[in-house]
């Protein structure tokens, strides 16, 4: 169990971090369309203190208890906003749900091409001996050094942050792609997904057809990322 603890924290920290990037940029754009919701409870924050405070069990247990059974990391999270200012100003509530999975494709764009950068400057190379996320390793060093954990964790951001950008743009609710139709498309997705909202457990029942979908969208985007680091 000891062994695991490095693995743990360097994906924990890399979790929240991504998953606090992702919440802060729904804030941002909220308060910036003139929701002030998000705003007013201290969560336009890189600081994630206010979003586990939110979501402790999300941001928290969920992922540590993920790691200890899969070996990667699961959680949630998310900010208030005003219901009532999305069905005025639908394109500012499209924005702010497009919001989040942006901020996860930049954080993953960033960790490919630091690791390209790092590979060109051999500092790093690729792994000798792959795994889901130990994409390159460290030249020198040896395995625990602080390099070494630069390399694990670029790999756990990288995909991380992939599987958090395609697996919110899923257009079901209650995930951000959801929003992103209704917002752009309020006369038919908008009052579409508002019906659904009616029906009991609906939130429960669309993120297990997401679960069911996301294989068949995660498969080619990795071989594209693939592509892009091994070119």
Known sequence: MAEMLPGLLIWYLVFLFSTTFHEFSHAFLAYKGGDLTAYETGHVTLDPSPHIRRSPVGMVLVPIISYW???????????????????LHPRRQALMSLAGPCANLLLALIALGTMRALLAAHVFQYASEG??????????????????????????????????????????????????LS????????????????????????????????????????????????R
């Open 69 to 87: 059974q899969l070996g990667w990391m699961v959680g949630f999270a998310s900010v208030p906003f005003n219901a009532e200012w999305g069905r």
């Open 131 to 180: 795994s889901s996320t130990q994409y390159v390793e460290a030249i020198r060093g040896g395995a625990h050094s602080p390099l070494a954990a630069l390399a694990m964790a670029l790999g756990v951001m990288l995909k991380l942050n992939v599987v958090l950008f395609l697996f919110n743009l899923i257009p079901v609710p209650p995930l951000d792609g959801a929003g992103v």
């Open 183 to 230: 917002g752009f498309f309020p006369d038919t997705f908008g009052s579409l997904y508002e019906r659904m909202r009616q029906m009991p457990a609906i939130e429960f029942l669309g993120l297990l057809l997401a679960w069911q979908v996301f294989p068949y969208m995660v498969a080619p985007a990795f071989h594209v990322v693939l592509g892009l680091l091994y």
